[in-house]
């Protein structure tokens, strides 16, 4: 029987937040930040497991509680020094099977919906190789040379990446076996020679990597918990 998995990496700092602490342990209304990550997969019904992969060393997970999510949530102590090596190291410490799906998703993109996790897995279970939440690009895009443009991209079939990013637990593997510096699952995967499927996400499901992005989430999450209150 084939099972759904959520993986989230955790062991950045990151540092284009301007901040000492971990950018996954910002505060967004009283919760660190990957809690939303957490809250939204495990909330799923489609997902069996959610792992979160920490840095050996982190200190600040247990800072804060957790149990509201019971067992079907799991820290696996065994993060590296890029996203890449803290999914490489979570997929072999994780128990899966190779066919089992594998959804990547990352700690700082709060926004999350459970809705969005079911199109995705319903999409791409019609696929052999998987897929990503994305949606396609709007603004217009200029290649820069020494802070001047230099010209400007086309835009026609440019899509900006999200997660989650579901692949079979074996294939996302091997991909990430194969050698490279991959930004994401799949880039990896498209090295070998796969096209992953492009399921059309929302922009409110972004990666919060500057101050200003902060703001912006706590907006959306404070007015999905109001109209979550009225219904």
């Known amino acids: ?18 901040v000492d602490l971990p950018k996954q342990y910002l505060d967004i209304a009283g919760h660190p930040m990957i809690y939303y990550a957490v809250r939204s ?42 996203r890449a090596e803290s999914v490489t190291n979570g997929l072999a410490a994780m128990a899966a099977d190779a066919q089992d799906w594998v959804l990547v998703h990352d700690a700082a993109r709060p926004c999350l919906t459970v809705a969005l996790i079911a199109k ?22 200029k290649r820069a040379s020494d802070s001047h ?5 086309p835009r026609d079939g440019l899509w900006q990446a999200q997660t989650p990013q579901m692949f079979r637990h074996g294939v996302l593997q091997q991909a990430l076996n194969a050698g490279g510096v991959p930004t994401d699952e799949a880039s990896a995967v498209e090295a070998l020679g796969h096209h992953p499927l492009l399921v059309a996400a929302d922009s409110s499901n972004f990666k919060v990597t500057y101050p200003n992005d902060l703001r912006m989430a706590q907006l959306i999450l404070a007015q999905a918990i109001l109209e979550q209150a009225n219904d």
């Open 41 to 82: 997969m495990v909330a799923s019904p489609l997902i069996d497991k959610v792992y979160v992969v920490l840095a050996a060393d982190d200190s600040g997970w247990q800072g804060y509680g957790w149990g509201e999510f019971g067992d079907k949530l799991q820290v696996l102590r065994c993060g590296g020094a890029t």
């Open 1 to 18: 029987m084939t099972h759904y998995i959520g993986l989230i990496p955790a062991a950045g700092t990151g540092s284009r937040m301007g």
């Open 149 to 153: 443009v230099a010209h400007t991209e």
């Open 120 to 141: 995705l897995i319903t999409a791409v279970n019609e696929t052999e190789i998987g897929g990503l939440l994305a949606i396609p690009v709007a603004d217009t895009l």
